[in-house]
């Protein structure tokens, strides 16, 4: 086991250098937004997140705290008895001083107990690079209703 005080380490795997701290690969933004998207349209666990701004607005829920965000995916997550991404796709990044903002489109099925409906829309993400990483500070997904 690390300890939590040493500093980040490089490792060098198949000619990529990947950024490791705590034992946890530091993401890509795209990486990043691909597996959080991943999570909450695929009524998976949402782990504890360290790539998390203080505070977080979640469709037209502002300054959300770690907990809140968590209560609201799985709040959301636990009115289908099955829930999938079907599609997703990335469309457009925009970087802007220390933000990036990306953009794609998403369809996810929605199953209840007899019957299942596909939803659709945009999603769009907004990251602000802090020391040597991203964190998400916002989250857009269309169609969804938290």
């Given at each position: 086991m690390q300890n939590p005080n040493q500093l980040p380490t490089r490792k060098n795997q198949h000619r990529h250098v990947l950024l490791m701290f705590n034992e946890h690969?530091?993401?890509?933004?795209?990486?990043?937004?691909?597996?959080?998207?991943?999570?909450?349209?695929?009524?998976?666990?949402?782990?504890?997140?360290?790539?998390?701004?203080?505070?977080?607005?979640?469709?037209?829920?502002?300054n959300l705290s770690e907990p809140e965000l968590h209560y609201l995916i799985v709040r959301y997550q636990q009115r289908y008895s099955s829930l999938t991404s079907l599609a997703f796709s990335m469309v457009e990044k925009q970087l802007s001083n220390n933000r990036l903002i990306m953009k794609g489109f998403h369809e996810t099925g929605c199953c209840f107990e007899h019957h299942c409906e596909i939803i659709s829309g945009n999603w769009k993400i907004e990251l602000k690079r802090h020391e040597d990483e991203w964190l998400v500070v916002s989250i857009d997904l269309e169609g969804v209703d938290f």
């Open positions: 690969q530091v993401l890509t933004p795209e990486t990043l937004a691909r597996k959080l998207l991943e999570r909450i349209l695929n009524k998976e666990v949402l782990d504890p997140v360290h790539f998390l701004g203080n505070r977080v607005r979640l469709n037209n829920f502002n």
